[in-house]
């Protein structure tokens, strides 16, 4: 029988907790680890559409890419939807566990996936770390070349499409061709420079604030193609690899989840 702890093991052999940042909230959040588990639903939040979902299927655990508790909390009173959707999980018995920026670290991880989807080439991690007792690189980011050179608007139309874009955000082009590309999903602007030192022609991320389009002099275009956008294929990261650890145990890919940004 699969128990929560099972689950917990592939996720921190895959990506351990050691890596995550120091702000945030990766791991188990909910539940207890000798739980035996009917099903895991993976998604990116933790919604009540998604425990819904998992309880209609009759699964006991939810993985997700952002942690459902990120910050403290003092009561659980339902006043907000993180509460409300720990009483409704607490209720039914879901165990909810966090694969975040531990996630966003490792080479087959958040940022790997968005090489993959991109078809990139010779790809390397754009900020390496080193934990200090492994000689593992990881870090965020990724860097790696496309098969053949693209031109910009060639490229920016390609991203909207792989990435089911309504609309994406772009610096004032450079009119050079694109050939080496860095990503970072999610909020990643800041490491504009490390793409730039990396010799990348586009930087891709999935937010970015205003005076940071302002680009112009460093011959680099900058794309934010949105945050739910550039982490929506996480799901696809922990679905494979439940499925490989764990070929005939009841994983699924929630259809429930949905971007909570809306477009006009």
Same mark, same amino acid.
């Not at 909390?73 to 165990?95: F, H, M, Q, R």
């Not at 082009?173 to 586009?202: H, L, N």
């Given at each position: %029988? ?16 050691? &890596? ?18 009917? @099903? ?56 909810? &566990? ?10 087959? @991880?958040?940022?790997?996936? %968005? ?14 770390? +080193? ?28 991203? +909207? ?37 990396? @010799? ?34 996480? +799901? ?25 940004? &809306? &477009?006009?």
């Amino acid at each position: %029988m699969t128990t929560v702890n099972d689950i917990c093991r592939i996720l921190e052999n895959f990506a351990p907790l050691s &890596y995550q940042e120091t702000y945030d909230n990766a791991g188990l959040i909910l539940g207890s680890r000798d739980t035996c588990l009917k @099903g895991v639903l993976v998604c990116l939040d933790v919604t009540e559409p998604v425990i819904k979902e998992a309880v209609n299927l009759g699964f006991n655990m939810i993985v997700s890419h952002h942690p459902l508790i990120f910050k403290g909390i003092k009561s659980i009173t339902g006043k907000n939807y993180v509460e409300d959707c720990l009483v409704k999980a607490i209720k039914n018995d879901v165990a909810v &566990y966090a694969g975040h920026t531990n996630v966003d670290s490792v080479r087959e @991880g958040v940022n790997g996936k %968005m090489a993959e989807k991109l078809g990139l080439l010779n790809c390397s991690i754009l900020i390496p770390a +080193k934990s200090g007792n492994t000689d593992e690189v990881h870090g965020l980011g990724m860097v790696g070349d496309l098969p053949v050179e693209e031109g910009e608007t060639d490229f920016l139309q390609r991203v +909207k499409n792989t990435f089911f874009c309504q609309q994406i955000r772009y610096s004032e082009p450079t009119g050079k061709m694109i050939k080496r590309v860095a990503v970072c999903g999610g909020s990643g602007s800041e490491f504009i420079v490390q793409a730039k030192a990396a @010799g990348a022609d586009v930087f891709l991320t999935g937010e970015a604030r205003f005076h940071e389009f302002f680009t112009k002099g460093q011959d680099i275009l900058m794309i934010d193609a949105g945050h739910y956008e550039t982490e929506q294929f996480t +799901k696809e990261v922990f679905f494979d690899l439940f499925s490989k650890k764990l070929p005939t145990f009841d994983v699924r890919i929630s259809r429930a989840e949905k971007n909570p940004v &809306y &477009y006009l």
